[in-house]
């Protein structure tokens, strides 16, 4: 294995129940199918489940739901982009701006509305780690902190500064600092290339920029 994060350093020796490894493969089937048309999405989602897996090991994050949610994570990745923009207007739902102006958010948001159906056995977590991958929120567990991360640096991606900088926090740093590092990265991403920025990620930002601030300052002394 490369050298290049520290979570691939991780042992993956993880002893899954016998019905989560029938699930997992039965997922993992279903994700090679779905995504066949589109074979670097595949290798990414699969790259993507290791990642989150070893984040999760090394965070003490439960394993089996950051593997399941890093390989359902871009379900939807092989929909056409008008199509998508559809089925999210007939989910209800409303980002505060025109949707085709956030296609590309879209998948994650779509398929943990409509992936419960499909895979019922899953909790509710999966689907919102699913969920908000795209686009962070301002309450993240730390099931949705792996997938974000895992997203991002999973080792098929190349190597920028910015990602090789989350890269090497892993392992050293809280999972928390792992995530704002990675978050704060990808909105520098959007705006160096001129991409449209969603104002819900702004204020994603002011949120968790004051929780941190607030954290900082530890405990309010009585008087």
């Given at each position: 294995?490369s050298?290049r994060?520290n979570?691939?350093?991780t042992?993956?020796?993880v002893?899954?129940?016998?019905?989560?490894?029938?699930?997992?493969?039965r997922?993992?089937?279903?994700?090679r199918?779905?995504?066949?048309?589109?074979p670097?999405r595949?290798?990414?989602?699969?790259?993507?489940?290791?990642c989150?897996?070893?984040?999760?090991?090394?965070?003490?994050?439960d394993?089996?739901?950051?593997?399941?949610?890093?390989l359902?994570?871009?379900?939807d990745?092989?929909?056409?982009?008008g199509e998508?923009?559809?089925r999210?207007?007939?989910?209800?739902?409303?980002m505060?701006v025109?949707?085709?102006l956030?296609?590309?958010?879209?998948h994650?948001?779509?398929?943990?509305?409509?992936?419960?159906?499909?895979f019922p056995e899953?909790?509710?977590?999966?689907?919102?780690a699913v969920?908000v991958?795209t686009?962070?929120?301002a309450?993240?567990?730390p099931?949705d902190?792996?997938?974000?991360?895992?997203?991002?640096?999973?080792?098929?991606r190349?190597?920028?500064?910015g990602i090789?900088?989350?890269?090497?926090?892993?392992g050293?740093?809280?999972l928390?600092?792992?995530?704002?590092?990675?978050?704060?990265?990808?909105?520098?991403?959007?705006?160096?290339g001129g991409?449209?920025?969603?104002?819900?990620?702004i204020?994603?930002?002011n949120?968790?920029?004051a929780a941190?601030?607030?954290?900082?300052?530890g405990?309010?002394?009585?008087?």
């Open positions: 294995m050298d994060t979570v691939e350093k042992v993956r020796a002893a899954y129940a016998p019905e989560q490894q029938d699930l997992l493969a997922i993992e089937s279903a994700v199918v779905q995504l066949a048309p589109k670097k595949l290798a990414h989602s699969l790259s993507v489940a290791d989150c897996e070893g984040l999760a090991l090394t965070y003490g994050v394993p089996f739901c950051a593997r399941v949610a890093g359902l994570h871009d379900w990745k092989v929909v056409p982009a998508l923009v559809s999210a207007r007939d989910l209800g739902i409303d505060g025109d949707l085709e956030v296609e590309p958010l879209l994650g948001i779509v398929a943990a509305r409509e992936l419960p159906d499909v899953l909790p509710r977590e999966v689907w919102r969920e991958h686009t962070a929120a309450a993240m567990s099931l902190q792996a997938l974000f991360v895992a997203d991002g640096i999973e080792p098929l190349p190597a920028t500064p090789q900088t989350v890269r090497e926090l892993v050293k740093a809280p928390e600092e792992v995530f704002w590092t990675s978050f704060v990265g990808g909105i520098t991403y959007v705006l160096e991409r449209y920025l969603y104002p819900g990620t204020d994603t930002y949120s968790l920029a941190r601030r607030n954290a900082s300052r405990p309010a002394k009585s008087a």
